[in-house]
């Protein structure tokens, strides 16, 4: 959930539903704000099943904001992570419960197409950036939480 958002709602308005994920894909998508040189990672963690968003962190490329979205996916009793070779991932997740290839991570690879597609601003070659980091997660999370809604919407 959204920590800013949170701190403006009232307990009693807020719905909020933990189910069991027993596997995870994981990766992180690169974009910057204002200039390159200032690089903003997305890491998000999908159901590797549904490929429904589970938690995602916005942060540097560092094993602290791993450690982040680790955090947040622990309450959903995650039995088995899909990643690439990052090494974050290696000196993080026990390797019982880690698998690295792109075989297993195509769900989320896709959903970075489709964010890249949709967000310009995350776009690698492009005109188009965030000026501000505030805005540049907002409109992540905003199509995010619109795309997951139309999906249900959809189905």
């Given at each position: 959930m959204n920590a800013r958002l949170?701190?403006?709602?009232?307990?009693?308005?807020?719905?909020?539903?933990?189910?069991?994920?027993?596997?995870?894909?994981?990766?992180?998508?690169?974009?910057?704000?204002?200039?390159?040189?200032?690089?903003?990672?997305?890491?998000h963690a999908i159901d590797h099943h549904t490929?429904?968003?589970?938690?995602?962190?916005?942060?540097t490329r560092e094993d602290e904001?791993?450690?982040?979205?680790?955090?947040?996916?622990?309450?959903?009793?995650?039995?088995?992570?899909?990643?690439?070779?990052?090494?974050?991932?290696?000196?993080?997740?026990?390797p019982s419960t880690h698998t690295v290839g792109k075989q297993q991570t195509q769900k989320i690879e896709r959903k970075h197409l489709t964010f890249r597609t949709r967000i310009k601003r995350l776009t690698r070659k492009t005109i188009c950036f965030?000026?501000?980091?505030?805005?540049?997660?907002?409109?992540?999370c905003c199509v995010k939480s619109t795309s997951t809604k139309l999906k249900h919407h959809l189905e």
């Open positions: 949170r701190h403006t709602l009232d307990p009693p308005q807020v719905n909020v539903i933990v189910r069991q994920v027993e596997q995870a894909e994981i990766d992180e998508m690169w974009s910057c704000v204002g200039r390159k040189s200032q690089q903003r990672w997305l890491w490929g429904q968003i589970v938690a995602y962190v916005f942060g904001t791993f450690l982040q979205l680790k955090e947040l996916l622990a309450p959903f009793g995650i039995m088995h992570f899909y990643t690439d070779g990052w090494g974050a991932y290696r000196r993080h997740l026990d965030s000026r501000s980091i505030l805005m540049h997660d907002l409109v992540i």
